[in-house]
């Protein structure tokens, strides 16, 4: 079984009995933004907070 599908199959069995679909689908789409922001993170693709405020308020 791959990686992907194990942690797709634990993630479900972590939520309660009642969750719905829709509670399903915003775990695997926090689980999947995060390991985006993580790899870019780890490429050095970021932006300090401060250049953000420099950005936002310009």
Do not use: C, N, T
Request: glycine share 2%; aromatic share 6%; proline share 2%.
């Amino acid at each position: 079984m791959s990686v992907v599908k194990e942690q797709a199959k634990k993630l479900i069995d972590e939520l309660p009995d009642q969750a719905s679909w829709d509670d399903i689908m915003y775990e695997f789409y926090v689980k999947k933004k995060l390991a985006v922001a993580l790899k870019a993170a780890e490429e050095g693709r970021i932006i300090s907070h401060e250049e953000v405020k420099k950005r936002v308020l310009s």
